[in-house]
């Protein structure tokens, strides 16, 4: 769990400090300050600070950092595929033009985790993408543009990765995985060893957008069955449908794909899980993906979409709850008053777990660090006050 961070020259954050960062962490501020940019600093920072040094699968532990880099590219339509003059890692790099220091540096206050993305280059004038923390360093060749070349998009090294023995899914182990050249090419967009099990139930950083739209919750839902923890999701969704009585998911067409249902106590027929309103289908994502990120952390952008006011306190005290029984570090956004006020009653009931931090830019023309952004961290005391006189953090 971390317990502090230092962030340099990544996105919009130039050098940002946080002194010290809680189990379960709101992140509140204007628009364009940075809320998001921090969830994605925190999964690229999670994905990368533990990187093995000389197992057999270490070189897909620093691909994952390539991985969720590209996703940040794509999420944000950021990828640039025809311009010379750009390159996707530029897109990253907080520094200006003329500066030689191409680095984005994660820490923490200690320096006891840490890691490194930096653009070097060779006396040939190849360019590489080095990936460094204290378990070892990476060096990946970038194609000819600058841009991220993901390992997985190699034929022969996904092929090399993939034969590997031993590749577990499912308390399953696989001894002689061998596929065509046909099939390689198919897993080179998607980036599954051997099945999609692997990822689903091995992915212990998990972002979860502002929406549940597009997410395929079936198999999410399919690991958390196979783990009986199918109830406890129940127990969340009372919350809103106290006669819930079951969900399913069935395959109406390979175009759909696998469509939820829920059905009530009283009810003979089953109704689709999207018809019933947006706080349903995100209450379900929210606490399938926290189920699923046991020891890890789970960031989760615009908290309050989708959910009533009312229900937020009691959805607080589960995710507060079930951060700590599993060893979860919450990172979350939210644009809500409300939200805000709920976080503090929870927080304040569970005594160092909880903690708002404030994201905003130096605006005054005299500031010399005008524009840059820092960060404020709310104490306990602080969100009594903020219970007790309303005080605005957004």
């Known amino acids: 769990m971390l317990d ?86 530029g897109v990253f790099i907080k520094s200006k033009n003329n500066e030689k220091d191409q680095k984005i540096l994660f820490e923490t206050k200690s320096q006891e985790e840490k890691l490194e993305i930096a653009v070097k280059q060779d006396t040939q004038k190849n360019i590489y993408l080095s990936i460094a923390s204290k378990q070892g360093e990476e060096n990946l060749l970038l194609n000819k543009k600058g841009n991220i070349h993901r390992y997985w998009e190699d034929s022969e090294h996904i092929e090399n990765l993939i034969n590997k023995k031993n590749i577990k899914r499912n308390n399953e182990h696989y001894d002689d995985l061998s596929f065509t050249p046909d099939q390689i090419k198919q897993l080179q967009e998607s980036f599954v060893f051997a099945t999609r099990g692997y990822e689903i139930l091995n992915k212990k950083v998990r972002f979860i957008p502002s929406t549940s739209a597009g997410e395929n919750i079936a198999e999410l839902w399919d690991a958390i069955y196979e783990e009986n923890k199918d109830g406890e999701i129940y127990s969340v969704l009372k919350l809103i449908i106290p006669n819930i009585s079951s969900i399913y998911f069935l395959e109406k067409s390979k175009d759909v794909g696998r469509i939820g249902y829920l059905k009530e106590i009283e009810d003979l027929k089953a109704k689709p899980i999207r018809s019933m309103g947006e706080g349903i289908s995100r209450l379900i994502q929210i606490f399938l993906h926290a189920f699923l990120s046991r020891g890890g952390c789970l960031l989760l952008d615009e908290f309050e979409n989708g959910l009533h006011y009312s229900i937020q306190e009691e959805v607080w005290e589960k995710l507060f709850k079930l951060a700590k029984e599993l060893d979860i570090q919450v990172f979350a956004t939210t644009h809500s008053e409300d939200t805000v006020k709920a976080f503090s009653k929870v927080a304040l009931r569970s005594p160092e777990e909880g903690q708002i931090i404030y994201l905003a830019r130096h605006m005054r023309e005299q500031d010399p660090d005008k524009g840059k952004i820092s960060a404020i961290v709310y104490n306990e005391n602080d969100l009594e006050m903020i219970l007790q006189t309303g005080m605005e953090v957004r």
Not at 37 to 64: C, I, M, P, Y
């Open 4 to 89: 502090s961070l230092h962030i340099k020259n990544f996105r919009c954050f130039e050098d940002l400090t946080i002194p010290s960062l809680g189990r379960v962490n709101l992140i509140v501020g204007k628009n364009n300050s940075g809320k998001t940019t921090l969830l994605e600093a925190v999964s690229v920072f999670a994905n990368g600070k533990d990187l093995s040094d000389g197992s057999e699968l270490a070189q897909g532990d620093w691909a994952k950092v390539i991985d969720k880099l590209q996703s940040i590219l794509t999420n944000r339509n950021e990828i640039f595929g025809q311009d010379e003059d750009h390159s996707d890692f």
